[in-house]
């Protein structure tokens, strides 16, 4: 890996957010439905020609489209008509609450999904290999909002162990300043941070499982146990150190996942993050927060990916030598 | 060694953890109390003018004087039942002028006094097309509004009409001059005054956590009496079902609308209390009598009166309301809400009759002529869309009951759902067969249906294009009728006369059911805005619990 490979993408990684800006712009501004009213089919046709001179969204979709992009290249994300903000206070405020519950989530996700798999591998085709097999194929196979749901139902209506929805007390701690407080948004993320880690995990611990058992029958690990190695010292030196590298390429895989599913999470649990902005922003329209999120939600999941390259080439010597090689090749 | 260097924090964090847990207030006495509304939406602004969101209208009825408000009667004619609110008394001076006299005692927030400039700027305000009010054309019929001291409004009427007063107090809020008169009126959708507002009301704007919360603190001193409930805090919770659970788990204090019976059942099984009142909310399927893709041609099936009454005689409202809303809906009699006081039951209606719809179909040429179970006529299937959002889940079940009915005298359904964002462009375009509708009413007919269902409401929200000279002419009659008992006879033909074109299908009118944390007394809902009396509610402090003693 080389400073003129990360350069080029990077550059790379600007073209591919800035194509996906313009092409949520251009998809948002086609889609049937108007910004004004969003929800409701009552709202005067005068009050939204009024909005619509004011947010400049009576001009032509090229001239808006101009006039975004001048204005995001001055770092202007322009103002929310549904919001009636600007559109920068609207992302900083909720930007934390998502990377909260993608950070808990992702979390658990890979411990529980990385204990698992390793488990299971240790186990192979053994009766808790095939219960946990089929456990999380069962958890993976059901649908995010219905867990969501009954979690909510279970332990926080019935059993009454977790806040039902929100992201703190608003009584108590309306803001983190304390101990306390903290403590009281840890709790509050428990139940939409397990609904979206227990999903993945299931994915990740399947996904593990495989990669321990591919390398498993590889000459090295086979050499290791020869020489007498402790069982152990095979399995966690040998083979979960290469098995790893499936690993890293599956953190890159797992921002998407993790802000798609915010998206239902957040709406479902009252979480006041990105997803559920950005959820609201599509249903009323909200062409400027709909390109915003857009945009950050790109630049997550490039970054995301971008580290899982920068980290897979720290893994493996050979992805650096490739990767050296390829940048020769550009530049000879 | 170094297990114990690892516990350390640990233990020092456990510590500190408790340590918050004993975090809390000491306020004891009959005027402490947090009130937690679980609301499902977020206002865009708390600019009164700004807005008609439900959510900022409850958290203005907290932040802003009306000169007086209606009272529980919800009457609209004269001024009957009237609350004197910034307004401590009123008269007559002529027909057209109505003096108002402002409580001296009345104060903004920030200490200055409420004065008639202010009434004087925010009528301008409201009526100002820069600002865009959508309250403005409920205000057309008022010429002026001018200060005659600093305490005396004077309103001047262009007309003489039973609402005039109900039309100067109840549409606006008085807004503080001193604050926004320096705010360009094209930035009054976005202004800052919007998010942090200082009012004159019986609360306190305190913070607005965006997507999380809205808190309000009791102003000891207001000058109608100091607020029975501390602290009040709207939770913003986008999912109903979510919101009713929050209730249920006691993380939430009330709920003003159930909507459906489940959750009244659940409410009811969890001890809260429950609440009902008249509901403000009506639904109906909209015919289109134009045709949906050029609005200049009459409709193939809806332009056709004998056609609309057939299919309207198909429909068994009263079995929908049943299965779909339990005790919880009413059929309404014409376009209006519960709310209204014009609602009679006894207002001729369209009768259900599949066997006499039927006949008139057969009547009319529409005949099952090839045998496909849909009726047709040169070659033309009797077939039609329905258009429903999908953000209503009762509308949806609602779309599917009326296609099972329509099926069984030989009519073909589609039913498109859609989001509610495209449901309002087509619906605005006339781009639709039938809709299916929910229109929110405010204590008048007379703004409302005239917006609805007159040709003044062309390109506004009539919809479906409805027009009848006799109608209109007794809506006109009805507004500017000179008594009350008048008034209603003249509204209740001209709903028979509407009812009798069936210009759409009035499916339902949901009956509202508040459930409230027991511990809460005194709690009254007015029918057209539960949070009008919210100052008299209270909490006994022996039942209070220890969000109500928390200070901070």
Redesign the interface.
Known sequence: MTGAWLLRRLVASVAIIFAVVTFVFILIHAAPGKPCGGQSENVDPAVCDQLNRQFGLDRPIPEQYWRYIVALSHGNLGYSASLRRPVAEAIVETIPFTLQLAGAALLLDFLLGLGLGIYQAGRVNRLPDVIIGNATLFIYSLPTFWLALLLLLIFGEKLGWFPVGGASDPVLCAVVDSVYCLKDRIWHLVLPAATLGLVGAAGTARFQRAAMLDVATQDYVRTARAKGLPERRVVLRHQLRNALLSFITRFGLAFPFLLTGAVLIETIFAWPGMGRLAFDAILTRDYSLVTATALVASTMVVGGNLLADILLGLADPRLRVRAGADVEALTA | MLRRFHLTPIIV?AV??L???E?RGGCTGPYCG?L?DAAV?EP??LLPP?T?NIVANDIGEQLFLKLADVGMSTNTVGDEDFQPLLAQKWEWDGPLTLVFHLDPRARWQDGQRVTAADVEFTFDAYTD??V???FR?KLHRIASVTQRDSLTAVFRFKEKYPEMFYDAVYHMRILPAHLLRAVPR?QW??AAF??QPVGDGPYRFV?W?????I?LVADSTFFLGRPGIR?L?W?????L??AV??V????ADIREQLVTPDNVARARAAGLSLYPFRGSVYTLLDFNLRASDDTTKPHPIFADRTLRRALSMAVDRASLVKSALGDLGKVPPGPMSELLGIWDPDIRQVPYDSALAARILNGQGWRDHDGDGIRDKDGQPLAFHILV?T?SVLRRQYARLLQEQFRAIGVHVEIDE???????????TGKFDT?I????NDPSPSSGIAQSWTRAGF???N?GRYYSADFEQLVDRAVTATSRDQARALWRRAMETLNADAPGIFLYSLQNVGAVHKRVENVQFRPDSWAALLRTWRIPPEKMID?DR?ER
């Open positions: 964090l500190a953890a340590a918050g847990c975090r947090t937690i939406a865009p602004t700004s008609e097309s820069t865009g009010s959508p054309p094209d959708t976005t919007g998010r913070r956590q965006a997507a999380q919360s808190e602290r805090i939770r913003i919770t986008p999912d079902q979510v659970q929050q249920i788990a006691g993380e959002p953000s859609l989001e509610p964002s495209v449901v309002s462009q087509r619906v605005a809709a509708l929910s229109r929110q390109g506004g929200s919809f969000r928390v």
